[in-house]
Nanobody
């Protein structure tokens, strides 16, 4: 399984970005997917998760209302729409595939990870 993130970049405070994560393999639609982020000098933290068919999503409390996770199983892709970005959102963003179909919150429950994409929000 390979996961490839894209869509990161430099954006001003209040701007938006849409991250994409393309997955290889034919079983993408069977597993939950998640987004995590890691700022310099900090632990990797949970951002959002979506279950296998997209009808169940969860977010880190601090991000509710600004970030939206979605998936297109026909394209083997999961997305993270990020709106009203703040400098505190600056981090490397990683997508990950869980070992099961329902939502997962812990890093330990994700078996496969992408290489990450940098998001930088300037003030």
């Amino acid at each position: 399984v390979q996961l490839v993130e894209s869509g990161g970049g430099l954006v001003q405070t209040g701007g938006s970005l849409r991250l994409s994560c393309a997955a290889s393999g034919r079983t993408f639609s069977s597993y939950a997917m998640g987004w995590f982020r890691q700022a310099t000098g900090r632990e990797r933290e949970f951002v959002a998760t979506i279950n296998w068919n997209g009808d169940n999503t969860y977010y880190a409390d601090s991000l509710k209302g600004r970030f939206t996770i979605s998936r297109d199983n026909a394209k083997n892709t999961v997305y993270l729409q990020m709106n009203n970005l703040e400098p505190e959102d600056t981090a490397v963003y990683y997508c990950a595939r869980a070992g099961l179909g329902e939502v997962r919150f812990s890093r330990d429950e994700y078996a496969y990870w992408g290489q990450g994409t940098q998001v930088t929000v300037s003030s």
